[in-house]
Each structure stands twice: as C-alpha cells, then as structure tokens.
C-alpha cells in the first residue's frame, strides 16, 4: 500500500478518537466529566485490537486493550449478536477491565452488512451506588458493596435507547440525572466517531481503511522492537531486572508488589509472581489495569513519543498469578485497585528499570491519586487531587501535577461552590514535600474546603501516608501525605491514608499531597535554584540548610 495513505488513515482514525472525546465531554453532564475530563475514547478492528485512541486517561486506555476483547468473548459465549446500531454497556471490572465507576461503552461500526470494526469509551461516574457516597469504598469486602455491577448487555438496540434498562440504573444511584447525563454523553461520542470513520471509508474504501489498520499495527510491532534493541544495544540491557512496593492497607499494614523484568533482544517480559495474594479490601487491581500500568510504565521507558496500539503486545507479555493482589479472582472488591494500586505498579516497574538505565528514569512520583469523595442526601462529589511528580535526570520534578496513570485536571473551584455545599479555605502548594536532590521533586498541593450542611460522608482514598516517594541516585525521599479535619470546635482529628468520617457544617477538610522523590545529591543543586525556591515559599530556610548544604550570607 501507498505509505502516504497509510499515514493519512492512521492519523485520520487517531483524530475521530479525539473528537469523539470532545463529544464526550462537552455533553456530559457531571464536572468529573465535564471539567476534569475523566473519560477515554479509542477504535478497535474487528479483532478487538486497539487501532488508535485519544490522549486520554492512561489506566484507561491501558485496559481497553483486555476490555474490549473480553467483551467480545462474552458475547460470543451468551450468544449474543451485535446488529446494526446495537450499544454494548457494561462496568464489571473483571470484563471491562478498571473499577465500577468506569462505564465503557462498544458499538460496532457496519459498513453495509460487514463490520469493520468498534468504537468504545469509557467515562468514570461520580456514584454507581454501593455503601458509600462516590462509590469507592475503603471497606468493601466484596465487589457487590462498591456498587452496581452491568454484564455487557444492550442499552441501545438497532438505534433504540433502552429506557427501561437507564431507568433501573438510575434507580441505583445518588444522582440519576448525572448519571444519565454522562450515559447520553458516551452514546453521542460514539455516534460521533461512528460518522466520521463512515466518512473515511466512503473516502477511501473498506479494504483500503481495514489494510491501514493492519498496517498500523503491524509498524507498532516492528517500531516498538527497534527500539527495545536499540536500549540493549546501548545500555548492555539484555537481562532480567526485579523490585517490589508496598501498598498501605486500611490498619496501616503494608502489602507487596513484587515484578521481574527480562528484557532480550526484540521483546520484554514481565512477570508480577511473588506480590502477595489478594487482599479483602479494595486494593485488588484487576489485570486490565495491571496491564494498563505496566504499559505506560515501559512506553515512557521505552519512547514516550511512540505509536500506541495493540501492536505493543506483540512485544511486551504481561504476566500476574491469579489471585494476587494484581489479578485477583472475583468477587474481590477492585474499586481502589484502578486509582492508586496502578500507582505502584508504576513506581515499582520503574524502581527495577533504574538499576539497568539510571540515567533516563527519575525519582519516584507521589505514588497516588488522592481520591476525595463527598456526598450528602441528594449529591456527590469526586476528585483526584495532584500532587509532585519526581526530580529527573536532567530537570526538576514538576510542582502540583497529575502524575503517571491519571492524566485528568483539577475541577475548577468556582464549579465546586456553584453546584456544592462546600467553600475552599485553601489551594496551594504544600511548602517543604518535595524530595530534597540536585533536581528536587515537584511540591505536592494542599487543598482545603469547609462543608456547609450537616450530615455528609467524607471518604478519603489514598497512599503514601507510611511509605514515601524513593529518591534515586543520591536523591531524597519526599514528604508523605497527611490530611486531617478541623472540626467547627477547634479540634484536630487526624486521618488515615483511608478513612471514611462523618462531617458537620462547619468542618473544615484538609489534604496535603505527597511531593515527588529527588534525583541526585542535594548537596549539588544550584545555590541560585536553592535561592529562587526559597524566595517563592516552595522549600523553608531550615530545610534548605539542613538538606541542601546551604548557608545563610
């Protein structure tokens, strides 16, 4: 085939990905959609296999490669057909890949009587019911408590919109009409992407379109094994690498993460055997998001700037015992398993690479997404709050940022006071959290709200309040998080990195978000670097000359 062609189809179909996701989000419904754009869109070929997909959420993305393929597993084992129109729903992590809050969606795309391939999205629903406001629970034993479970079933069928199948669901949920919202948004992003990629093919043919696609992959293949060579070639990398992490369980007991790199000539195998076996709380990470962490961990290593699709996994294999704490045996609950156990899997695949390449991997990042949910009668709210990302090889890490498997945005806090009892005190970066380095780790934030009614659920979903961000190659670990209440009478009530309080007007919450580790000997960064942060408020006097070898003049 024509190579140009080829290009224009490729980068066609990437671009119908990112309008879909713009369709998406300026439909739906929720701010945690709309505003902080927690959604992900891409297309599959007839097989299943991810052809393209938007710059979206990375622990999304990651897992639509095991989604979609089960889905479409299921469906052939029940016997289900899809027919022209048809709308495949479904939110069972053990299918779609993620936790109950993502809702991902699949549609078939006919060109005639032939189908050439699928459209899907996933977007996280601010509450899918369960024992706690948000749906993320620190106590659930069992996936039934998190939430509604939806088996890949029809909820539009030959272009009709299954109501009695949405009003059941909303009959389950603290917001319907968020809910549905954000539904009707997913189904209009892919009617979206299903018109453009019709455009395409009447452009340039089905099989021209379906070749494209084949060849796609097939570069990604071949890309993804030159540069693997290229890395052993240059480094001496061929081998096998090993490392673990730990995880903070709700009585502060810690749980291991255990991986084994082997690294040959044109391919990289993972192994996760050795991490401990799945846990009765959800911190359980489902292999979708196993794979999806694993993935963006080894890309970033590899080239963060190459080709993504399912040509990847011609590569690299991906392996993690059944009934651990990264590919767990249902009905273990998950719904921490997607926000923060993806968070470790990260640190840990880049900790064991950083023995072999400790020139191109920084210090660890805060290692988690800070999950804050809060909910009173008729209302909730969910955010991911960001934090410091780790000091590199060359350049400081980054202050106040989503890291690694979120790549979502902060709500906007005139959005929360216009459509929430709640009042931000506080908004800032957290001084003294980064991880002290020639490069220091980015600051993490401290944000603040007081609540305005009484009777509301706080639930705080987050990590690193015992284990800190690592430094590497002389570099200093960051600060941990640590969050607590003040109450309307002046009290402190200290939380854990998982806690779950009752809240009354007045209350006033307080989050501080780790930083990110340090890369290289304090000692060694730029007195004028040192100066600079120190007149901004980001580091104290005190920790500059107790870490940074800096004295007063």
């Not at 080829?6 to 066609?12: A, D, N, Q, V």
């Not at 029940?78 to 027919?83: Q, R, T, V, W, Y």
């Not at 093919?201 to 693997?228: M, P, R």
């Not at 909910?375 to 940022?401: H, K, L, N, Q």
Request: net charge negative; proline share 5%; hydrophobic share 40%.
């Amino acid at each position: 085939m024509d190579p140009v062609t080829i290009e224009i189809i490729k980068y066609g179909t990437v671009f119908i990905a990112e309008e879909m996701g713009v369709a998406l989000r300026n439909t739906a419904f929720s701010p945690n959609i709309k505003d902080r754009r927690d959604h992900s869109c891409a297309i599959a070929t007839i097989n299943g296999e991810i052809v393209a997909q938007a710059e979206h959420i990375p622990v999304h993305l990651g897992s639509l490669f095991i989604g979609v393929k089960n889905i479409l597993k299921y469906l052939d084992r029940e016997g289900i057909e899809l027919s022209q129109g048809d709308i495949i729903v479904t939110n069972d992590p053990y299918i779609a890949g993620t936790h109950l809050n993502d809702v991902m969606l699949l549609k078939p795309i006919y060109v005639g009587n032939k189908i050439l391939g699928y459209l899907v999205n996933k977007a996280h629903h601010v509450d899918v019911g369960g024992s706690s406001p948000g749906s993320i629970s620190i106590d659930a034993k069992s996936l039934i408590e998190e939430g509604f479970i939806i088996p890949p079933i029809k909820i539009v069928e030959r272009n009709r919109l299954r109501e009695d199948i949405i009003k059941i669901l909303q009959s389950n949920v603290r917001v319907p009409r968020y809910f549905k919202g954000d539904l009707m948004a997913q189904i209009a992003s892919l009617n979206v992407g299903e018109k453009r990629i019709l455009e395409l093919v009447n452009h340039y043919g089905y099989d021209t379109v379906l070749e494209s696609w084949n060849a796609v992959l097939a570069y990604t293949e071949k890309f993804a094994k030159s540069k693997i060579r290229e890395l052993v070639e240059t480094y001496n990398l061929a081998g096998t690498y090993r490392a673990h992490e730990f995880m903070e369980l709700s009585n502060n007991s810690l749980v291991k993460i255990s991986v084994s790199i082997s690294i040959s000539r044109e391919s990289i195998q993972v192994d996760f055997n050795g991490t401990d076996p799945q846990v009765n709380e959800p911190l359980n990470a489902v292999y979708g998001v196993t794979v999806a962490a694993t993935t963006f961990a080894l890309k970033a290593v590899i080239d963060p700037q190459m080709p993504m699709n399912s040509g990847f996994y011609r590569v690299v294999k991906i392996q993690a015992p059944r009934g651990s704490l990264v590919n767990p045996e249902p009905p273990a609950p998950v719904g921490g398993g997607n926000v923060e156990t993806s968070q470790r899997i990260v640190d840990v695949i880049l900790k064991a690479l950083s023995k072999a390449l400790p020139n191109r991997i920084p210090a660890a990042s805060c290692g988690t997404m800070t999950n804050v949910m809060i909910g009173g009668r008729d209302w909730v709210f969910y955010e991911t709050i960001a934090c410091g990302s780790g000091g590199r090889p060359t350049s400081d890490g980054i202050d106040g940022i989503h890291t690694n498997m979120t790549n979502t945005l902060n709500t906007p806090i005139e959005v929360i006071e216009q459509d929430y009892p709640l009042l931000f005190t506080r908004y800032e970066l957290r001084e003294d959290s980064e991880g002290p380095g020639k490069y220091r780790g980015g600051l993490g934030i401290t944000r603040a709200f007081m609540v305005l009614e009484d009777n509301v659920i706080l639930t705080i979903f987050s990590e690193r309040s015992i284990t800190k961000p690592w430094g590497i190659a002389g570099g200093k670990e960051a600060s941990p998080s640590e969050h607590y209440i003040i109450r309307s009478n002046g009290e402190i009530e200290r939380l854990s990195s998982k806690s779950k309080v009752v809240l009354k007007r007045g209350d006033i919450v307080v989050i501080n978000t780790p930083g990110g580790g340090g890369y290289g000997d304090p000692c060694a960064r730029d007195r004028e670097l040192v100066l600079r942060d120190i007149s901004e408020g980001k580091i104290s006097l005190e920790k500059a000359m107790k870490y940074y070898c800096f004295e007063e003049s």
